[in-house]
């Protein structure tokens, strides 16, 4: 099993970027894939997630309307579109896969994790 994230970076306040988080070695369809992030000094907290098995996509409220969470099928991939990037949202973001979530915000429900990436916006 592997998750591999990819697309972080510094951007500047207000500017956009697109996450993807890999998947592969179990079966994408059936889990919902999550995305948390973890900024210094504080607890990881989830961010988005989108079951798989249904198409139903979740949202922290203060992403609402600025962060996209989407499947590729075709490609084992999640996508997070991030837009209006605020400094608040610096962190390192995790891709994690879980089979049966039933409560997104909570971590132990992920069977899997990728390893992080650093995405830092300055203001």
């Known amino acids: 099993v592997q998750l591999v994230e990819s697309g972080g970076g510094l951007v500047q306040a207000g500017e956009s970027l697109r996450l993807s988080c890999a998947a592969s070695?179990?079966?994408?369809?059936?889990?919902?894939i999550g995305w948390y992030r973890q900024a210094p000094g504080k607890e990881r907290e989830g961010v988005s997630c989108i079951n798989n098995s249904d198409g139903k996509s979740y949202y922290k409220g203060s992403v609402k309307g600025r962060f996209t969470i989407s499947s590729d099928y075709a490609k084992n991939t999640v996508y997070l579109q991030m837009n209006s990037l605020k400094p608040e949202d610096t962190a390192v973001y995790y891709c994690?896969?879980?089979?049966?979530?039933?409560?997104?915000?909570?971590?132990?429900?992920?069977?899997?994790w990728g390893q992080g990436i650093q995405v830092t916006v300055s203001s």
């Open positions: 994690g896969a879980g089979w049966g979530v039933l409560s997104w915000t909570t971590e132990r429900e992920y069977d899997y």
């Open positions: 070695g179990f079966a994408f369809g059936d889990f919902s």
